[in-house]
């Protein structure tokens, strides 16, 4: 085991106590008063007595349904990186040798399954040393400020190290400060300079901790005593948007729309939405979101055997990618129905994955027509079929589950105990589906295969690199196969336009972006349940089915959203579960 140092955990013991006052819990018992003046350009809201604070009364609950809380959340290994980018600029991305964030209800930003061990402090220690350390050389204190280049003060002054130090906790904690913290702080650099320390030294010191305060760290929300429920404050309604939508701490426009008032309001909050998924920024949600939704990120982990697929390389591994996640965020424009996403005859393909496709023509990456009959929509692109595929063959069992599970949000029952192995390869001529139809006529097998299997089947058209093929393994391809409901297709793309058509494919994509926003299954609560409902109702408002651009406002402004229960007034979370 790693010997670890004394000063590690002093200032960790330190950094918490300064942010809970050593009472046990992330609290934040004045979460929109800063009495400091610290003009450091926007790092987030004025003082509450600084000329423009808003005095603004927060908008009344408005919903008699408990609108549930959500667990404390600790910043994912993607959402480290992206903030501390965005926070200073960084190009390291140091939670790259993190461990690996656990998955809860199919995303890893759920706060139920998030945990904090000692190695994990010994990481961030270490990233924050090296991030602070990258800063002071690449950008200096303007860097660390906020304050671009404008002119610096006297860093061995007060006032000075207050300028620095209040302006970058400001913006990394992602809220305003209050006098009492930044004396905490002012009294840590003390002890470093008591301890020999200069004053640059000591204000690194200072600086490293901020990044390992728990109000960096996690993202916290306060309780509000005597209420059933209680809207957000500013600045935790503005991270909530921004890890939503970015994957980041919030950017200059959305902390100056938390200071003035603005998310206060549902249209403050459309406005906020509808200008922030239309910045380079929204790739966030779509590598997040789509990429842990629809498996794409798996891709990043996932084997191919090199010696039947030697054309499979990184180079193709991540224009497959590509062509999923700029297709999926695409569908951030207004006005496209989501069925579309399974349907359209129009991608995002490079000449690389041009030539994977066989598709003739002009192929530059931009968006542009399909110009092969063989594909169209999400089932028919390399990443979902890749991921979804065995190393050295395709899976008709695991593509036929991926439909049901993500697609549907109807999986198939947990499989029996000693469950037989799926089939070994046969000899020439005879075909996976052979194969696994063979598999599924073992009764012990039969409950979940008949649900999978011929999902599964409607896809071996393409192999286990998403490349299409009329024959496997010698023997011809047979991909007519039948949905649970007795409905049956031939094909991908029969089977795309069934799913497009289908309310339940709409209400799955509500389901999934509802987990993600709040870390719990709107089927476990009544409650959630019909906030999901109102959700797709409002989603629908406008025509057309559901479209995912008003789907994403309408989470955002949604009671959920925008109010939090107080602990001791939550309603049971198995009460009047839905199926």
Not at 194 to 213: E, I, P, R
Request: net charge negative; proline share 7%.
């Amino acid at each position: 085991m790693q010997s670890r140092s004394p000063a590690l955990f002093t200032t960790w013991s330190l950094t918490a106590c300064l942010i809970t006052a050593c009472a046990g819990t992330v609290s934040d018992p004045e979460p929109e008063t800063d009495p400091l003046p610290i003009p450091i350009g926007d790092p987030g809201a004025p003082a509450t007595n600084e000329p423009g604070a808003s005095t603004k009364p927060p908008e009344a609950p408005a919903t008699a349904l408990d609108p549930g809380r959500v667990t404390l959340r600790r910043l994912t290994r993607v959402e480290y990186n992206n903030t501390v980018r965005d926070l200073l600029g960084s190009k390291l991305r140091p939670a790259d040798a993190f461990a690996a964030d656990p998955v809860g209800l199919g995303f890893d930003n759920n706060g139920d399954v998030q945990t904090l061990t000692t190695s994990s402090i010994e990481q961030y220690e270490a990233a924050a040393a090296a991030l602070i350390e990258e800063a002071f050389a690449a950008g200096g204190l303007g860097t660390i400020a906020g304050a671009g280049r404008r002119p610096l003060c006297e860093l061995a002054t007060t006032g000075c190290f207050d300028y620095l130090v209040g302006g970058f906790a400001r913006r990394a904690w992602r809220r305003p400060i209050t006098a009492d913290e930044l004396s905490r702080l002012g009294d840590l650099g003390a002890r470093a300079r008591a301890s020999g320390a200069d004053a640059t030294a000591a204000l690194k010191t200072v600086l490293t901790a901020v990044l390992m305060a728990p109000h960096f760290l996690f993202r916290a929300e306060t309780e509000t005593e005597g209420a059933a429920a209680h809207a957000l404050s500013d600045h935790e309604l503005a991270s909530r948007l921004s890890y939503l939508v970015y994957g980041s701490m919030p950017d200059d426009a959305l902390f100056a729309a938390a200071a003035a008032g603005d998310l206060r309001s549902r249209r403050g909050v459309e406005q906020q939405i509808d200008r922030m998924l239309g910045d380079g920024k929204a790739v966030g949600f779509v590598e997040n979101f789509a990429g842990q939704w629809l498996d794409v990120r798996e891709l990043d982990s996932h084997d191919v055997d090199p010696k039947l697929f030697p054309e499979f390389d990184a180079r193709l591994r991540d224009a497959m990618k590509n062509e999923t996640f700029r297709f999926f965020r695409h569908f951030l424009a207004d006005g496209i129905n989501v069925g579309e996403l399974l349907t359209a005859r129009f991608s995002f393909v490079d000449p690389l994955l041009a030539r994977h496709y066989g598709m003739t023509g002009s192929a530059t990456g931009g968006l542009a027509p399909l110009t092969t009959r063989e594909r169209g929509g999400l089932l028919t692109q390399a990443a979902v079929l890749t991921a979804t595929s065995a190393p050295n063959e395709t899976n008709p069992v695991a593509r036929g589950n991926w439909v049901l599970t993500k697609l549907l949000c109807a999986p198939p029952p947990p499989p029996p105990p000693d469950v037989p192995p799926p089939p070994e390869a046969a000899p020439n001529g005879t075909t996976a589906r052979a194969r696994f139809e063979a598999h599924r006529n073992d009764p012990v097998c039969a409950s979940c295969h008949r649900l999978m299997d011929p999902l599964g089947f409607g896809l071996e058209h393409y192999d286990a690199i998403g490349r299409y093929r009329t024959t496997d393994n010698g023997g011809k391809v047979d991909a007519r196969g039948e949905l649970p409901d007795g409905t049956t297709f031939d094909g991908a793309l029969e089977l795309s336009a069934i799913l497009a058509k289908d309310t339940a494919f709409g209400r799955c994509l509500a389901r999934n972006l509802f987990i993600y926003a709040f870390g719990r299954d709107p089927h476990e609560r009544r409650e959630d349940g019909r906030f999901l409902d109102e959700v797709i109702a409002q989603a629908e408002s406008g025509g057309g089915g559901v479209n995912l651009k008003r789907l994403i406002a309408s989470v955002a402004t949604s009671d959920a959203f925008r109010l939090r229960a107080t602990e001791g007034f939550l309603a049971p979370q198995k009460e009047g579960a839905r199926p």
